[in-house]
Each structure stands twice: as structure tokens, then as C-alpha cells.
């Protein structure tokens, strides 16, 4: 009897064991972190400002957002993620936040899971990213695929992640990046919707964010360093000695996320730039908006909530809304637009 497991079986496998590694194991980064630390508001006691009218929304990609927020790609492809996916999008709507879906891939290689993206019955009015890994157009994908991904999120943006080091330590990992800056491009200019380059937790560096914008990339998420791990993520799946070795030698390696944004925002200055990368509280929200960020997203406090239970869900961004107006408020700022030029976050002197 032939008991070898099918690429679709272990494909799916995988997106199981990546939900249960993530709330179950330590798979956050121990010394790296996401730099904004280094960052401190100036407080204002007197405020001239009513609470109430303090103004969070904006607009990212040409739609409206009730919240500078994005529930950041996580997951898709099982049952447990279907039902994830479902508690995101219907606070996502609540709320008015963008959503992304984690890579789509396995629903182009198992359509039958393909619902378990399809959000968009939950949320009709939200802004929806779509999602596969660059690496997959050197191995067989292309532009039919990344339209079928796109057609089943109804999505209004593609995101193109880039994990290098992610597949260096997954078993059997897709490592030939050789040539995808020129597929990116072409992609960019024939797919009916804006592209999004987003990093998984490294962090994008100014000279490549520069690569990017001008292979015709609409968006970054710089995805920085300082959140989850994929390298001790995969390092937690591997099935050698080697691949995790491989994880533990490289658990904190990246680009600290405040880092990646101040580099990126100064070479490029009207990029839509979404932050994310161990971003936990509506304090690190801000930051990394005064830091130059359109907005932000977060994954591992909405896996938590939403593998909790819907209630979990909508008390978490309650909080998160509840966070950011409160640094408005308290920074002297009316709303998004003005915190930004208010010059009220600083540098911590160290001594």
C-alpha cells in the first residue's frame, strides 16, 4: 500500500500545523524586536478636543477604512481556518478594517477548500487582499492563477508575499527566486488589480521596497521583524535535524519593523505603506502611523481572539479602536492626518 502523503494533502497539513504551532508553541522572536520601543509620544494634558469626535478613518488604495487597521493575512484552507476567516471578516465589516486571507495556493491546487477564503459574503464592503507567495510564479503559476485567487476573495488587491527565508526551512521548501522581479512587473501591469509586495516577518528593506515600486507595486506591507517567527515556526514542523538547526540559527533574523518603515518612507514618500510585524496594541498602531505608515496590520492578536470565539474577535478591535483614540486624544491630535504632521512621536535618548 502506497502510504506517501499527496502534495495536497501535505499542503493542507500544513496550513493545519501552522494555526496549531502559532497558538500552542513560543514561536515569537526572543531578541529582535519590532523597534518601536525606541518611540515615545509626546503627552498633552490639555487636549482642546472632544473624545467623541476624534476622527480614526482614512482611505487605503482609493477606499474608505473606518480604522487605520488591517487584520493581516493568516490563514485559509481547513475547516478551522474557514471558520477563522469568517469571525475576521464579519468584525472586519463590523468595523470597517481591510482584510487579508493567508496564501491561496491550496485552493488553486484544492478547489473544494477554495470557500474557506471566500469571505466576502461576510464582508461586502470591505477592503479584501487577496494572497499567494511570489516564488510560486517560478514554479508553474502565473497570471491565470493569480486572477482565480483574486475571483475567489472577490478581492480588490492581490498581495505577492516574499519568504525567502520561510522556505529555506520549510521541508521541501520553493527556494528558486531568480527572476521574479521581472514576473512581478509583468503582473503588475496586466492583473486587473493593484499589487501589494508584503514580507511574512523579515522585514523589506528600502533598496528592495525601491525595486519593487518600480516593477509597478502599488503597496508594501514591510512585514518587519520583532512578531512571529516563521523561522521557529517551521522550525517546529521540520522533519530533520537540519531544517531545525536551520530555524534556530535564524529565529531572530530580519529587519525590525519601525526600521523598515522610517528606511522605506524616506526613499519613498507617496508609496501606500501598511506596517505590520509584531504590532500588539493600538500604541504600536499609532507609532507606526507617525512613523509614516497608511496603516496597520496585525495577525497574532486576531488568530488568538478568533480561535477564541467571535465575542473574542470584536473585543479585540473594540480595543484597538478604543487604543488608537485614545493616542489621538491624548497627543492633541483631531485625527489620523494631524498626528502625522504633529511631530509628536520621538525618539527616545538612550542613555
Same mark, same amino acid.
Given at each position: 500500500?502506497?502510504? !506517501?502523503?499527496?502534495?495536497?494533502?501535505?499542503?493542507?497539513?500544513?496550513?493545519?500545523?501552522? %494555526?496549531? %504551532?502559532?497558538? !500552542?508553541?513560543?514561536?515569537?522572536?526572543?531578541?529582535?524586536?519590532?523597534?518601536? =520601543?525606541?518611540?515615545?509620544?509626546?503627552?498633552?494634558?490639555?487636549?482642546?478636543?472632544?473624545?467623541?469626535?476624534?476622527?480614526?478613518?482614512?482611505?487605503?488604495?482609493?477606499?474608505?477604512?473606518? @480604522?487605520?487597521?488591517?487584520?493581516?493575512?493568516?490563514?485559509?484552507?481547513? +475547516?478551522?481556518?474557514?471558520?477563522?476567516?469568517?469571525?475576521?471578516?464579519?468584525?472586519?465589516?463590523?468595523?470597517?478594517?481591510?482584510? *487579508?486571507?493567508?496564501?491561496?495556493?491550496?485552493?488553486?491546487?484544492?478547489?473544494?477548500?477554495?470557500?474557506?477564503?471566500? $469571505?466576502?459574503?461576510?464582508?461586502?464592503?470591505?477592503?479584501?487582499?487577496?494572497?499567494?507567495?511570489?516564488?510560486?510564479?517560478?514554479?508553474?503559476?502565473?497570471?491565470?492563477?493569480?486572477?482565480?485567487?483574486?475571483?475567489?476573495? =472577490?478581492?480588490?488587491?492581490?498581495? /505577492?508575499?516574499?519568504?525567502?527565508?520561510?522556505?529555506?526551512? #520549510? +521541508?521541501?521548501?520553493?527556494?528558486?527566486?531568480?527572476?521574479?522581479?521581472?514576473?512581478?512587473?509583468?503582473?503588475?501591469?496586466?492583473?486587473?488589480?493593484? $499589487?501589494?509586495?508584503?514580507?511574512?516577518?523579515?522585514?523589506?528593506?528600502? +533598496?528592495?521596497?525601491?525595486?519593487?515600486?518600480?516593477?509597478?507595486?502599488?503597496?508594501?506591507?514591510?512585514?518587519? @521583524?520583532?512578531?512571529?517567527?516563521?523561522?521557529?515556526?517551521?522550525?517546529?514542523?521540520?522533519?530533520?535535524?537540519? !531544517?531545525?538547526?536551520?530555524?534556530?540559527?535564524?529565529?531572530?533574523?530580519?529587519?525590525?519593523?519601525?526600521?523598515?518603515?522610517?528606511?522605506?518612507?524616506?526613499?519613498? +514618500?507617496?508609496?501606500?505603506?501598511?506596517?505590520?510585524? *509584531?504590532?500588539?496594541?493600538?500604541?504600536?498602531?499609532?507609532?507606526?502611523?507617525?512613523?509614516?505608515?497608511?496603516?496597520?496590520?496585525?495577525?497574532?492578536?486576531?488568530? !488568538? &481572539?478568533?480561535?477564541?470565539?467571535?465575542? &473574542?474577535?470584536?473585543? /479585540?478591535? #473594540? $480595543?484597538? $479602536?478604543? =487604543?488608537?483614540?485614545?493616542? /489621538?486624544?491624548?497627543?492633541?491630535?483631531?485625527?489620523?492626518?494631524?498626528?502625522?504632521?504633529?511631530?509628536?512621536?520621538?525618539?527616545?535618548?538612550?542613555?
Amino acid at each position: 500500500m502506497n502510504t !506517501q502523503t499527496s502534495p495536497l494533502a501535505a499542503t493542507e497539513a500544513r496550513k493545519a500545523d501552522h %494555526i496549531r %504551532i502559532c497558538l !500552542q508553541e513560543d514561536v515569537q522572536f526572543q531578541h529582535t524586536t519590532n523597534g518601536l =520601543e525606541d518611540y515615545r509620544f509626546i503627552h498633552c494634558c490639555l487636549p482642546e478636543l472632544d473624545f467623541d469626535e476624534i476622527d480614526i478613518s482614512t482611505t487605503f488604495l482609493g477606499k474608505s477604512l473606518g @480604522a487605520p487597521l488591517l487584520i493581516s493575512s493568516m490563514t485559509g484552507g481547513t +475547516p478551522e481556518a474557514g471558520m477563522i476567516n469568517r469571525r475576521l471578516a464579519e468584525v472586519a465589516q463590523h468595523y470597517k478594517m481591510a482584510m *487579508g486571507v493567508g496564501s491561496q495556493r491550496v485552493a488553486i491546487e484544492k478547489p473544494q477548500v477554495a470557500d474557506t477564503f471566500a $469571505v466576502r459574503k461576510y464582508a461586502p464592503d470591505v477592503l479584501l487582499f487577496a494572497n499567494l507567495g511570489a516564488v510560486q510564479l517560478n514554479y508553474d503559476y502565473g497570471l491565470n492563477e493569480c486572477l482565480r485567487v483574486i475571483d475567489i476573495l =472577490e478581492a480588490d488587491a492581490l498581495i /505577492l508575499h516574499l519568504n525567502p527565508l520561510q522556505e529555506c526551512i #520549510q +521541508p521541501r521548501g520553493d527556494t528558486n527566486f531568480r527572476g521574479l522581479l521581472d514576473k512581478i512587473a509583468m503582473l503588475c501591469k496586466k492583473l486587473p488589480v493593484p $499589487v501589494i509586495a508584503k514580507e511574512v516577518g523579515n522585514g523589506i528593506s528600502a +533598496p528592495v521596497a525601491e525595486k519593487l515600486i518600480a516593477a509597478g507595486v502599488k503597496a508594501i506591507d514591510v512585514a518587519g @521583524a520583532g512578531g512571529t517567527s516563521w523561522a521557529k515556526v517551521e522550525s517546529e514542523r521540520a522533519d530533520n535535524i537540519l !531544517q531545525r538547526r536551520l530555524g534556530k540559527t535564524f529565529a531572530d533574523w530580519g529587519l525590525p519593523t519601525a526600521e523598515c518603515l522610517t528606511s522605506i518612507r524616506a526613499v519613498a +514618500p507617496n508609496i501606500a505603506l501598511i506596517a505590520s510585524g *509584531g504590532l500588539r496594541h493600538g500604541l504600536d498602531v499609532a507609532k507606526a502611523l507617525a512613523l509614516g505608515a497608511d496603516i496597520a496590520g496585525l495577525a497574532m492578536p486576531f488568530l !488568538q &481572539a478568533a480561535a477564541c470565539s467571535e465575542a &473574542a474577535v470584536f473585543d /479585540l478591535a #473594540q $480595543v484597538l $479602536v478604543a =487604543e488608537i483614540t485614545t493616542v /489621538l486624544f491624548c497627543t492633541g491630535n483631531a485625527n489620523l492626518e494631524q498626528l502625522k504632521r504633529s511631530g509628536s512621536l520621538q525618539r527616545v535618548q538612550k542613555v
